[in-house]
């Protein structure tokens, strides 16, 4: 039962949009770090999560 619940999970369609909660802090150093790659925080985000799904 467990494997088909997941088998769903990865087959559903995905519309895309992820919030996170973090405290102001967090956010001002992901901003300030972004804006030194000069990426977007979306899009900088969206590559750190990418990274992380690589390992």
Same mark, same amino acid.
């Not at 088998?7 to 559903?12: E, G, K, P, S």
């Not at 770090?33 to 979306?42: D, H, I, P, T």
């Given at each position: 039962?467990?494997? !088909? &619940?997941?088998?769903?999970?990865?087959?559903?369609?995905?519309?895309?949009?992820? =919030?996170? %909660?973090? +405290?102001?802090?967090?956010? !001002? &150093?992901?901003?300030?770090?972004?804006?030194?790659?000069?990426?977007?925080?979306? =899009?900088? %985000?969206? +590559?750190?999560?990418?990274? !992380?799904?690589?390992?």
């Amino acid at each position: 039962m467990q494997w !088909r &619940r997941r088998a769903c999970t990865v087959l559903r369609a995905y519309g895309g949009n992820l =919030r996170v %909660r973090v +405290s102001p802090a967090e956010h !001002r &150093r992901l901003v300030v770090e972004a804006q030194k790659q000069g990426a977007s925080l979306n =899009r900088f %985000r969206g +590559s750190i999560l990418a990274a !992380r799904g690589q390992r």
